[in-house]
């Protein structure tokens, strides 16, 4: 395991409250967002609907999309697409097909409505679910990808939109993890897109022991939101 030092001595004055805090904060401005507008995410426009994760306000979203490392003609899981702009990217970078699941409604609709932008309706698709449920037995993937809900925060009930930056108690990653070899093909991976300054990478960690994966940093950077943070990709290979 890589081990970060920040660059900056902001990262080592803030408390990790701060950072919750600066979340929340970009979160109340998309919510006045009221109706769908239109968002450039690596060049192209996508649609992004009120009460989902907008890359307007989120910046994570077009850097795991430019970063995905895509093997040419695999099947992808999305977990949680929001807008689907990191599933349709990385069917213009050369995924065969990406099926996206998301809880959010809202986010649903507002995948299928760039899936239909982009013309890509023999290539994704997405179904209403939390994690792995609207799955039928047999499928598998090569790739399976969230941007994980990183702010950890010990309340239970939050809403849809809430989901997609804050995991009450890390449960849902953790089932995550746990779940994911059932649903890979032999020789696949997961990738999680990830904050050590906003998430708790040691329960990351701890997760992966458990579900027998051996985590690797694979792509890092520091970008600003609120306060300067720093977003990784993941990738967990099963042991065996």
Request: aromatic share 12%; charged share 30%; proline share 5%.
């Amino acid at each position: 395991m890589e081990t970060y030092i920040p660059i900056s001595n902001e990262f080592q004055k803030l408390k990790y409250q701060d950072y919750i805090e600066g979340t929340k904060k970009v979160l109340e401005q998309s919510k006045t967002e009221t109706e769908p507008y239109k968002v450039m995410v690596l060049g192209r426009e996508f649609i992004t609907y009120p009460n989902v994760f907008s890359p307007k306000y989120f910046n994570d979203t077009e850097l795991f999309a430019e970063n995905f490392p895509v093997k040419k003609g695999e099947e992808v899981l999305e977990i949680g697409p929001g807008t689907g702009a990191i599933s349709i990217s990385v069917v213009y970078k050369g995924a065969g097909k990406v099926l996206a699941i998301d809880i959010n409604l809202d986010a649903v609709k507002n995948t299928k409505a760039n899936i239909e932008l982009h013309q890509m309706q023999d290539k994704v698709e997405v179904r209403h679910g939390n994690l792995y449920e609207p799955l039928k037995a047999e499928e598998r993937f090569d790739t399976i990808f969230w941007n994980a809900p990183f702010g950890f925060i010990e309340a239970e009930n939050i809403p849809d939109l809430e989901k997609a930056v804050y995991d009450p108690g890390y449960k849902t990653t953790e089932k995550f993890i746990k779940e994911a070899k059932g649903h890979l093909k032999k020789g696949g991976r997961v990738l999680i897109g990830f904050s050590t300054t906003l998430g708790k990478l040691e329960l990351l960690q701890k997760f992966c022991d458990e579900a027998g994966f051996s985590l690797t940093l694979i792509y890092e950077v520091e970008s600003n939101e609120t306060h300067p943070v720093k977003f990784e990709i993941f990738e967990a290979l099963p042991n065996n």
